[in-house]
C-alpha cells in the first residue's frame, strides 16, 4: 500500500552522518518535528537527480524556508557515505539532512520501493511530500517514478 495524504509516516531507522561516520535515526524523528519536505530520489549521482531533482531543492531551500519549512530531507535507498558525499558534492548546506535508507526500510513502508537492476536492484520511485508534525499533508509521487515533473521544488512550492 502506498502512503496518502493524512497517513502517519513510519517509524524506522535511516542513518545520517552527522559528524564523518553513520549515525541511526529514526524516521520519525527527523520527519516529524514542524514542516517537512521529504523528496525521494531512485539513486544519488545519477543523472535526474544530480542534474535536476536535487539541484530544484537547493535553489530553492530559501523559497521553501519562507513558505514555513522548517527542515528539507533528501531520501535515497543508498549508503550513508554516498549520500553524505553526494550532499556535499551539490553544496545542500545546513537545512538538508541527506538521510540514507539503504535496506529500503522507509522506502517500502511508504510503499514506493522498486526493483531497478539496471541501478543495483532495490530503489526508491521518486516523489516528494510535504509532512506536518508526522503526518502527510502533500503527496507529490511521479507518475512513471522516474521522471522529474511532479516532485520538484516548484511543485512543492506550489502546494504550501
Known amino acids: 500500500m502506498t502512503i496518502a495524504i493524512g497517513d502517519t509516516i513510519p517509524d524506522v531507522e535511516l542513518l545520517v552522518i552527522p559528524e564523518d561516520r553513520p549515525t541511526p535515526v529514526s ?8 514542516r517537512v519536505v521529504l523528496f525521494a ?4 549521482f545519477t543523472p535526474g ?3 535536476m531533482h536535487l539541484p ?3 535553489n530553492k531551500a530559501a523559497e521553501l524556508s519562507a513558505k514555513g519549512v522548517d527542515a528539507i530531507v533528501c531520501l535515497g535507498v543508498n549508503d550513508a557515505f554516498v549520500m553524505d558525499a553526494w550532499g556535499k558534492a551539490q553544496g545542500v548546506g545546513t537545512q538538508f539532512v541527506m538521510a540514507a535508507d539503504p535496506q529500503g526500510a522507509f ?8 526493483d531497478v537492476p539496471a541501478l543495483g536492484g ?8 510535504v509532512i506536518e508534525n508526522g ?6 509521487p511521479e507518475e512513471d517514478g522516474f521522471n522529474v515533473l511532479a516532485s520538484t521544488a ?3 512550492l506550489d502546494t504550501l
Do not use: H, N
Open 154 to 156: 516548484e511543485c512543492v
Open 56 to 58: 530544484g531543492f537547493v
Open 49 to 51: 537527480c544530480s542534474k
Open 135 to 140: 503526518v502527510v499533508t502533500q503527496f507529490l
Open 122 to 129: 532495490l530503489r526508491s520511485k521518486r516523489y516528494a511530500m
Open 107 to 114: 522506502t517500502k513502508a511508504v510503499g514506493m520501493d522498486v
Open 41 to 44: 530520489v531512485p539513486g544519488a
Open 27 to 34: 524516521s520519525k524523528e527527523i520527519l516529524s518535528k514542524g
